[in-house]
């Protein structure tokens, strides 16, 4: 079981930035595949970044790619995600997610733990 807490969002405005975290519980946590999702009203779950076991490798979102880094820290077990340049069109509940896989994915049911979310809001 690994429990997983969002932390950093707020509000920006366009063109700013944010920087979100998601710390993890588990001691194990390098054993776990690492995804950030996000959902605005209305709308699916979409995949924003993920991030491999060891963090060598990345893959984003190409509505995200160039903006926003994905990065871990296997010793203080979090998974910040650095988002610059913010659009209003980045607003949305984001979720940190957590996949015993060891292929990083963008689809949503290859994860097994969800944390409860961190609202962005990006506004003038």
Not at 53 to 82: C, E, H, M, W
Not at 96 to 121: D, F, K, L, P, R
Request: hydrophobic fraction near 30%; proline fraction near 3%.
């Amino acid at each position: 079981q690994v429990q997983l807490v969002e932390s950093g969002g707020g509000l920006a405005q366009p063109g700013g930035s944010l920087r979100l975290s998601c710390a993890a519980s588990r001691r194990t946590f390098s054993n776990y595949a690492m995804g950030w999702f996000r959902q605005a009203p209305g709308k699916e779950r979409e995949f924003v970044a993920a991030i491999s076991r060891s963090g060598g490798n990345t893959y984003y979102a190409d509505s995200v790619k160039g903006r926003f880094t994905i990065s871990r820290n296997n010793a203080k077990n979090t998974v910040p995600l650095q988002m610059n340049s913010l659009e209003p069109e980045d607003t949305a509940v984001y979720y940190c997610a957590a996949s015993t896989g060891w292929v990083i994915s963008q689809n949503g049911h290859e994860y097994n733990y969800w944390g409860q979310g961190t609202q962005v809001t990006v506004s003038s």
